[in-house]
């Protein structure tokens, strides 16, 4: 019997008994069109994706016809019109058996897919009947071939570092080499949908081979620094770093055109490089009004366990983070380290994180290259044109230890024993088309040889006698014109900025449309009291500093970008560069709205309110930073002390990007800090830790002279706001650019005495790394005592000093800046001094915490008459602060009665 599926459409199918199918019934057709759906969400269960055979295959039974009421005696029913249900089935006239097994190939066979979790109907229609579309196309000679050589090249690849370094630790690709032809066939898809630049974040698993075989990373170069050579040439001011967290960019050729690719330098922290591609992206996109594709490669036991992984997702459709899309791709070794599936996650399937976003699932055996290269085409598809991220897992194995070095068998005996038997991916595959007559046994022996040779080649330009460094692109292109700081002269530059101008940015940073109406009390606290004090008393608080900051750099053309959160506000509600219509919600930023100077096009500001995630968002604004140095890309914690959560992004690119790899970054980073009461979490922002890591000089700092002058961070607990401003201007003034840590106030936002005069932000101005007490210019050959500050701490001194009469007697000396060590400054404040016999370091922090341990060593070397420097301060405690306000209250009077009995 044939039944016509477009008339049984029609019949309303709750009226239908599922249970009780009758070849008189239509409804059979609808069971059909049941079957069909359990397939397409359940078939995935049993789908062929690992090459292994260690994965739990299970037949689901909403696969199965005898759950829609069908049996063996159904099988050769025939449907006519199936293609309303499939498609892309080729015939018209269908039997169950067919329609069965066309299932089974499709959805059971050597890719899975996860779409039901999307909540877009036309979206997973798109997916499911484009994904059923790919199954039928056969791929080219050409295509095919390409693989088969892409394979090989990859096979030789590591086989030649085997050979020639046994004992170098090379994250060989083995067991996985499918991964190289989804690399290739994004990089052509790219070109194909008209993208111009793809940015790649990866760990080390197969890195130096995509870096030399298709990214065009130069052999000889690799070779040289195997042989535990630097990789930088003399004239450049860098340590380097170990072969597989190597990056690259370079031009690929394909048929279609060109496509540039990024690919970063990342640290052995597992998936901490994901928010640094993305935001690298979005710069470019940003810079060059083109659409440039995230392409993001993971581990299966990294993408599973790390926590930035889901923060970075997170970032996916977030306004000021999303950039239309990421692909990822999961390199899958079914083992981390030496840890197995069963312990490494919860989930069937390493990529099923990417479900909470919405993002489709896609699982492919590796030792199918062809579907591997298909599902990639896919993947870049359906990312242009729903501009979401996509997750292809590549289930593979790997063929040795976690380094080539480990003994694999000693945690999973079975797997490698199965391992061992197997053949390799790209022989198999060259067998294949061998077997078919597309690629003989010669043409494979004679390409191989050829590979070999080309790394031989390679390998005889890596030694000393011909070895020359290739060009390096660290400051071309956008970067053309900084240097490196330690090539020019230690001096703070001149960033001070026309005062009328200065008046007319704090005016414009206020104005609105008349129709929009501001907060009542906005209008009283923000915009009269911003513009009164500038007008009529030539002064400026911190806010109104931090405005004309980045108001006066975004006339000369800088571009501006702020995120963290509640940043378009502030967290104490002293900025708000976003204003906020009462009666509609909707956002005006004045700035953005200035008349630009004559001679300059003028920058953009862009404030993005992140959300609630520290480590992908400082790790995302520090990839938007290494993109240009036009831009001054600004992080704000809530408060100090949430930076500790994007720790490794701190250690790993911040501090050390440029000594590793020569990529410079001009990143400010706002931590509000001071002891106010608040409790242990939010008082500091760690001082402690940003001074560890800079490298400025700590010892035999005797002759100033010789003081080095490249540092790798600026460290400021700046007290007044025309040094935060020059600070802020510094950062784009200079030719050279250095991360910025600000242990910003909380206080001071609105305390009585913390203003500055517009004429201390006037040409001719600059930031002042310590500045001298303005109390005792006048006195101080009578002063003999010297108190040693930094930050909000100096107005509690001054204040107490005035009430006990002092003035005659004590000078409180204001460190604004702690790294570099300001060392000629503050010998200058000691010859000011030159009657003062006592020296004390007064801080707010924990004797343990804070700049204590920094300085200390410094003022004891550097200077004979501060080698008995006097520490007051709170004592050692294993938090950062008493959470009782009692306890506060008595700690602060007890350090200001010592300040003044010493």
Known sequence: MMINIKKSLLVNSSKLMIRNYSTTNITGIHNVEKLVNGYRKYGYLNANVDPLGRMERVKSKYTTIEYYGFNDGHQNETFKDIQKLLKHQKSSNTTLKEISEYLDKVYCGDVSVQFDHIESAEEKEWLFDRFEEIQNQQLTKEERLEIAKNLVKSEVFDHFLQKKFPTFKRYGLEGNESMIVSCNSLFRESVNQGIENVVIGMPHRGRLNLLVQICGYPAKDLFWKIKGNPEFSDDLLAIGDVASHIGVSSDLQYPGGNVHVSLINNPS?????????????????????????????????????????????????????????????????????????????????SGDIGKFIGAPILVVNSQNPEMVEKVTRFAVEYRQKFKKDIVIDLVGWRKYGHNEVDEPSFTQPTMYSNIRKRQSIPQQYASQLANEGL???????????????????????????????????????????????????????????????????????????????????????????????????????????????????????????????????????????????????????????MTKDSSHKGGQLEVVNSNLSEFAVLGYEYGYSIESPKTLPIWEAQFGDFVNGAQIIVDNFITSSEVKWLRQTGIVILLPHGYDGAGPEHSSCRLERFLQASDAEGVDVKNLDKIQREHNIYIINPSTPANYFHALRRQMIRNFRKPLVVAGPKVLLRHPNCFSSLQDMAPGTSFQPVLPDPDTMNNASSISHVIFCSGKVFYDLQEERSKLGLVDKYAIVRLEELSPFPYKEIANELKRYSNATKFAWVQEEQQNTGAWTFVEPRFKQAFDKTSQIKYIGRGPLAASATGYSSSHKKEAAQLLKDAFNF
């Open 269 to 349: 922290h597992l998936e901490a490089a994901d928010p640094v591609a993305m935001g690298k992206v979005r710069a470019k996109q940003f810079y060059e009004g083109k659409d440039a594709l995230c392409f993001m490669l993971h581990g299966d036991a990294a993408v599973a366990g790390q926590g930035v992984v889901t923060e970075t997702l997170q970032l996916s459709q977030l306004t000021g983070f999303g950039v239309g899309g990421c692909v990822h791709l999961i390199a899958n070794n079914q083992l981390g380290f030496t840890t197995i599936p069963k312990n490494g996650r919860s989930t069937r399937y």
């Open 439 to 593: 690629f003989s046994s010669e043409q494979l022996q004679a390409f191989t040889a050829e590979e070999q040779q080309k790394l031989e080649q390679q390998l005889s330009q890596s030694l000393p006698e011909t070895f020359k460094f290739s060009p390096m692109d660290h400051l071309e292109g956008k970067w053309k014109g900084i240097v490196q700081s330690h090539t020019i002269a230690s001096k703070q530059p001149d960033t001070g900025y026309n005062v009328e101008e200065l008046k007319k940015i704090s005016v414009e940073s206020t104005i609105v449309p008349e129709s929009f109406q501001v907060h009542n009390r906005l209008l009283r606290s923000f915009s009269t009291a911003r513009n009164d004090k500038v007008q009529k008393q030539q002064q400026a608080d911190w806010a109104t500093a931090e405005s004309m900051a980045v108001g006066s750099l975004m006339k000369q053309g800088y571009n501006v970008r702020i995120s963290g959160q509640d940043v378009g506000r502030g967290t104490f509600s002293q900025r708000h560069f976003n204003l906020h219509e009462q009666n509609s919600d909707s956002v005006y930023q004045p700035l953005n709205h």
